[in-house]
């Protein structure tokens, strides 16, 4: 697993430096401090495709300080939320393909004793005591510059703090992995763990923007790693189109569909999605980390040489390193830019990309949980998460009242048909020409792009299907499921 910490000094004024960024490095993990956001900045400026934010601000009206915790979404990052009243951090709580748990946590203790007084020096302790019982990393500034972490031991002349902070890390068996300088010549920035041998390959590397800490990567071994579940994408560019219309008109739907609604259906079901198989290729799995839309090959390049140039020469103030850093910067701005101004100057002509762009800035995605159950037990699982949504939502249905319900009669199959209803294939065609092809299919993976596509053919064998469902009085059971997403 992948990871990166960052000083920000003010993320949003670095944002899409901080995106590219990430689109060369492809974390899964990546933790911020001083992001200094504010309620005034909305997650969709801060969120990362992909990613699952977990944000807390300053909230003392002072400028500065704040954390951001981003894990990609296929790890299923649930939050953690520690009773230690520290100020500034964020958890979460992931879980590997055997079971085993692992905390995630970023913290950023100011130095400054005016915004949180002298309790943040006990809170972050409070704080380590109580998550030790877990396999935890934990990233973050914590501003203990007087510690040598070579030997893990406080320097000469070192505060009481920097001495009860070591201290308490040996207490709780933490192991502390940073011993190079993170900013000038002091170790502010540190990675924590409970595993000592969890952390392996850690980097120094470049600052972000003119912040004056530089990045921290490494490698997290953790458990067995999920596998990346893609929905099936095909290439329609390829597609066999006359094939699969000819091989639907050779085909006898009053025999294939002779049997009940929800035999019919599979048949027919199975019937579209082999033709598919056989005759549309599907697409190459991309790159699972998205870039932004605007970014170009020429800005990679130049985050690259960036980091390349920084890492001979390990000055962020040496000329060279200057140059690049200002040369990257330029070109990120630039390919903004210059793919902005495309999409006004083609407004008129291509509304749906401009808006589209907007919508994604102005909106984000946020994860419904962590909930709390009745007994007040935070939820881990996704299951305990949709059965609490399906407890709360049954307890506000409307009851009512089955004593006094009519009696119904009953057609020869057995249910009250609706037997006043003519269902044409003019309707059916009218229907299947109203789909659109930009939407995702449901569970049973039938494309609407697909289905545009062989509409004349399907009509028919729908028209029979949606008439045998009446006459029989049901469905089939593809027809009553759907996805549902864990967020709102």
């Given amino acids: 697993m992948q990871c990166l910490y960052i000083n920000a000094r003010s ?11 990430v689109c060369s490095i492809k974390p899964d993990v990546i933790g911020i401090t001083e992001s200094w956001a504010t309620n005034d900045i909305g997650d969709a400026e801060l969120s990362i495709e992909g990613y699952v934010m977990f944000r807390t601000d300053r909230n003392t009206g002072n400028k500065g300080g704040g954390v951001i915790l981003y894990v990609r979404g296929e790890l299923e990052p649930v939050e953690f939320c520690p009773k230690t009243k520290f100020p500034e951090h964020a958890w979460c709580r992931i879980t590997s393909l055997d079971r085993v748990e692992l905390l995630i946590g970023v913290c950023y203790r100011s130095g400054n004793v005016k915004i949180f007084g002298q309790d943040s020096h006990q809170l972050v302790r409070q704080l380590l005591e109580e998550v030790s019982q877990y396999h935890v990393m934990i990233m973050g500034d914590f501003n203990y510059p007087g510690i040598d972490w070579d030997m893990q031991l406080a320097c000469d002349g070192a505060t009481a703090e920097e001495k009860m902070f070591v201290e308490c890390l040996m207490d709780n068996y933490y192991t502390q992995h940073v011993t190079q300088s993170t900013r000038g010549d002091s170790v502010l920035d540190l990675i924590i763990t409970s595993d000592s041998d969890i952390i392996d390959n850690i980097m120094i590397l470049e600052n972000l923007g003119c912040s004056d800490h530089n990045m921290l990567s490494w490698n997290c071994q953790f458990g067995k790693k999920k596998l990346l579940t893609r929905r099936k994408m095909l290439n329609f560019r390829k597609a066999k189109v ?6 639907l008109r050779d085909t006898d739907w009053d025999s294939l569909l002779d049997g009940d609604i929800e035999e019919s259906w599979d048949k027919f079901k199975n019937k579209i999605l082999s033709l598919a198989d056989a005759n549309i290729p599907e697409l190459k799995a991309g790159n699972r980390h998205s870039k932004p839309i605007w970014l170009t090959n020429k800005c990679l390049r130049l985050i690259y040489k960036k980091r390349k140039v920084f890492t001979k020469y390990r000055d962020k103030n040496h000329p060279a390193c200057k140059h690049a850093n ?7 701005r630039k390919a903004r830019r210059d793919f902005e101004k495309v999409l006004a100057a083609d407004i008129k002509a291509d509304k749906k990309s401009f808006f589209a762009y907007v919508r994604n800035k102005a909106k984000s995605t946020v994860s419904a949980g962590p909930l709390v159950d009745t007994s007040g037990n935070i939820l881990q699982s996704p299951e305990e998460n949709v059965e609490e949504f399906n407890r709360f939502f049954a307890s506000v249905f409307t009851k009512e009242n089955v004593e006094s319900l009519p009696e119904m009669g009953s057609s020869k199959a057995g249910a009250w048909a609706l037997l006043d209803i003519d269902i044409s294939e003019e309707i059916v065609m009218k229907k299947l020409k109203m789909l659109r092809q930009d ?10 792009r697909l289905l545009i596509m ?4 399907i009509c028919y064998p729908l028209t029979l299907l949606f008439k045998k469902s009446l006459t029989e009085g049901a469905v089939p059971n593809d027809w009553k499921r759907a996805n549902v997403r864990d967020y709102f």
Avoid at 326 to 332: F, G, L, R, Y
Avoid at 454 to 457: F, S
């Fill in 11 to 21: 993320i949003i004024n670095k944002i899409d430096v901080f995106r590219v960024t």
């Fill in 454 to 457: 062989i509409h004349e053919e």
């Fill in 326 to 332: 200002s040369e990257a910067s330029k070109a990120i």
């Fill in 439 to 448: 939407k995702a299919g449901g569970p049973d993976e039938l494309i609407p």
């Fill in 242 to 247: 006359t094939d699969i219309r000819n091989a």
